[in-house]
C-alpha cells in the first residue's frame, strides 16, 4: 500500500524518475528490494 501511494505521488510531482525515487525511499524504509527491478522492467 505504502509502496503504490509513494510510487503515484512520484509520478504526479516528479515524472517517471520521481516514482522510481519514490521507490527507492520506501526500499530503504521497508527492505522490500523487488520494486527495483519492477521499475526497470517499467522504463
Do not use: C, P, Q, Y
Not at 517517471?16 to 525511499?25: F, H, N, P, W, Y
Amino acid at each position: 500500500m505504502v509502496i503504490i501511494i509513494a510510487e503515484k505521488l512520484g509520478d504526479v510531482k516528479w515524472g517517471r524518475s520521481g516514482a522510481v525515487l519514490a521507490d527507492i525511499r520506501v526500499i530503504l524504509k521497508n527492505g522490500t528490494f523487488h520494486r527495483i527491478f519492477d521499475n526497470s522492467a517499467r522504463l
